[in-house]
């Protein structure tokens, strides 16, 4: 179906006119439906406007400007319920809300979050960042409406990868069984589980959900009642006939009514299937194929690329480069990862749906048959690294942090607790600026520090993080390395550096009366405050085991101990150092600096470090406050 796409000159000059009058969903259901199509070229050029300048998500946005148009056309949010998954889809969801002044302040500090959340508007009536959460919490919703005799229809959005993921296909089985108003609505943007969508299941689409289907069905199953044969054989050949025109089977079977496949981008198609749809009753799935990135060449050309960017030249589509010269942490992994498997065929390396963000493009190219994507499904990609080790493989589990915490049981259980070799590279470790509490890695010391049998390193520079790299990978058992977003201080990297010794840290500088005990991301600035308050300070370098010799030294030769964490406090790294110099019975005094125990809102990196006092001039402060007490 031909469309238009934007140049940069169309997105500055256009009059916004339309979408200027519409401060809420209200105003959008004032309109005639003929001017609803001029309002999604204007969302979609005011989008790319916006995302252009301030970095975060397009292409997936771009792809459901149309369905998010009809959804709040037809249904009466906020009343109505609409629960977007992961949240990477809202953002013209939150242009139509009340909120398109603010998106030029999109994921920066003091303005909107990149992802729905219930705090910041009325409309966001689920807080999402990870995924294939949509159903479920969307179930919930309508079976409380159910429960206080509420009337409202509730609408989960999810896309198909997040339909992917175990805790979706559970919600979808609860559902079917449940007697509540629920739509779901599968944006399929990418997967060919669809047949080519145009003229005719539009049609079939418009007349399964509207009223003369629907009320010859169930009439049909009314006057049939007492013909159970003859029942059964028309319910087959419904069956049938829906089956042979669309991939309704396993959604019918679920409990669910399947509608579809329509196109994502004909508004009255959208319009006119989501009025249907809402007057109906039960539990219903509406299938909508969209394009990632339509409307925009480059997105269309590149939607992995321009799935989440940096701000870029909306005229070229160039990304604006990081300010950082150097490699990122995630691109040092990637390299040693490849130099590894070329001296080692047992490696194998696993992501759940982030071979992109984990560094694992390059792997993939060279070692096809050692690349395992399992999509978004995170138990899976544990134990399947369980798996393979209990074969004499040695497989590395490429992670962020945030998604390692829906993976906690398998860490523990399949990995740690039968003590099987299997490495865990851990990504975004720490704060992760603009994208804010969703997907900080604030808890992972946190978590995996009580496990048996499982070693933790945090590296202080980019020539570390390989080196520990080398070390978890020769080490056999479980080893997690635990590196943050973005660049490190610009060490070179030596790609022949040996291996760690296992549990031992360094001091890298000499002073009196304190000594910083600094754990990965956080050794420059403590170095750096080290400096200014004449202390020792300690690269740690192990959260587990940890450096006894070292720790119990520096007890012995200053009067406080400070250590230094891009973690929560609680249970994290410094919690370890106390829980030993109690154990021998050491009094010293210590204190702890880390994430405090509140959630960090998005800014840029270095923002959210001075905020919780955790950069050079933080550590000085805190430092100078406990020798003055």
Known sequence: MPHRTLSDSGVASRRRSLLDSIDSPA?????PQSQLSDIAHELRSFLIECVSQTGGHLAAGLGVVELTIGLHYVFDTPHDRLVWDVGHQAYPHKILTGRREQMLQLRQQGGPSGFPKRSESEYDCFGVGHSSTSIGAALGMALAAKQRGERRTVIAVIGDGALGAGMAFEALNHAGSMDVDLIVILNDNEMSISPPVGAISDHLARLLSGKLYNTVREGSKTALAGLPQLRHLVGRWEEHMKGMLMPSTLFEELGFNYIGPIDGHDLDSVVATLRNLKGMTGQRLLHVVTQKGRGYKFAEGQPTIYHGVTPFNRDTGELRKGSSSGPSYTQIFGSWLCDAAARDPRLMAITPAMCEGSGLTLFAKRFPSRFFDVGIAEQHAVTLAAGMACEGLKPVVAIYSSFLQRAYDQLIHDVCLQNLDVTFAVDRGGLVGPDGATHAGSFDLSFSRPIPNLIILAPADENECRQ?????????????????????????????????????????????????????????????????????????????????????????RHELLVTLEENAIAGGAGSGVSELLA?????????????PDFYIEHAEHAAQLASVGLNRDGIIASVQAALAQ
């Not at 105003?27 to 309109?31: F, T």
């Not at 004449?534 to 085991?545: E, G, S």
């Not at 154990?583 to 994430?595: E, F, T």
């Open 27 to 31: 105003d959008l259901r004032a309109l």
């Open 583 to 595: 154990a021998h019975g050491v009094l010293v005094r210590c204190i702890h600096l880390g994430l």
């Open 468 to 556: 520990m790299l080398k070390t978890a990978f020769e080490y056999e058992g479980p080893a997690m390395v635990r590196y943050p977003r973005g660049g490190g201080p610009g060490v070179d990297i030596d790609p022949h550096a040996p291996a760690l010794p296992i549990g031992r840290g360094e001091i890298i500088r000499n002073g009196q009366r304190v000594a910083l005990l600094a754990f990965g991301s956080l050794v420059p600035a403590a170095l750096a405050a080290g400096e200014t308050l004449d202390a020792t300070v300690a690269n740690m370098r192990f959260v587990k085991p940890l450096d006894q010799e070292l720790i119990l030294d520096v007890a012995a």
